[in-house]
């Protein structure tokens, strides 16, 4: 009897230490396989643009004897993939350094009528030169603490998107306003509106509504992604709604003081 009750525990301690390895090695696989996608989505995206500059400069090189304006069109294509494969570098690069947790950031106490109007006005300029209007709606001071360039980042690819994703005519108003221990900044177009069924996925890497039209607009896929990541970095929110009467609405929820500072300029190292 004592034998089998040895063998028993003996097997039972097997099973266990067996389920207790698949559930300590789960997350590691799933991190695992999600950095596989992401360096197969990576190379997949780095791949076409440096095909197009590869074809476009082996067909000039089949024409020596022409002028470069007999040539325009082909070396314009070519420098707007090489634009596009610098943003996409760059973007890879942030969400690298985003996953190694290796950032640093610089979080100071902001004013934030300032800061916005600042942050705001080259944009209105951009719009105007696409046909569209950029409003922002009047800031009521207040103060918080916020990482400037990176939340200088998150608006600009916010507006960048309001701006890719409204047709000519369309007007995209932004707010910052003070809600007790928040604040929140809304970013909010009349464009061509997020299915429901699309709202979560949108800030998932690389996931695209519709990939052609994104691809003529230059997008890759990792905008709202690195959004996502500086909005965690503060210890906010962000969401998509849909806007009236037609579009979409980008509401980001943040901390007045996220880090706990006393009001001065720290350096800190981002967890
Ligand atoms: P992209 O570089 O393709 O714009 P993002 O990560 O910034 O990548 O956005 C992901 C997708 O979300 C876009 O491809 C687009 O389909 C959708 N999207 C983002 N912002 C808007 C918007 N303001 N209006 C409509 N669709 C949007």
Redesign the pocket.
Known sequence: VLLITMGVFWLLSILMSIWMSRLTMRPILRSWRRQTEFVGNAAHELRTPLTIIQNKLEFLLTRPNDKIIDQAESIAVANSESQRLQKLTQDLLALARSDSNTVQTNFELTDMATFMQRTVEPYTEIAASQGKTLVLDPVTPFQATLDQALVHQLLN??I???L???PQGQPITLSAKLTSRKWQLTVA?Q????KRA?RQR??DRF?????S??RQ?????????I?HWIVNLHHGTIV?KENQPQ??Q?ITTLPVNPVGLAGHHEKLTAK
């Open positions: 690819i916010l960048d998107n309001a890719k994703y409204s177009d464009g061509i509106g997020i699309d949108i800030f996931y695209r509504v519709d990939s039209r994104s607009t230059g997008g890759n896929g990792l905008g709202l992604s959004a998509v579009g979409s980008f």
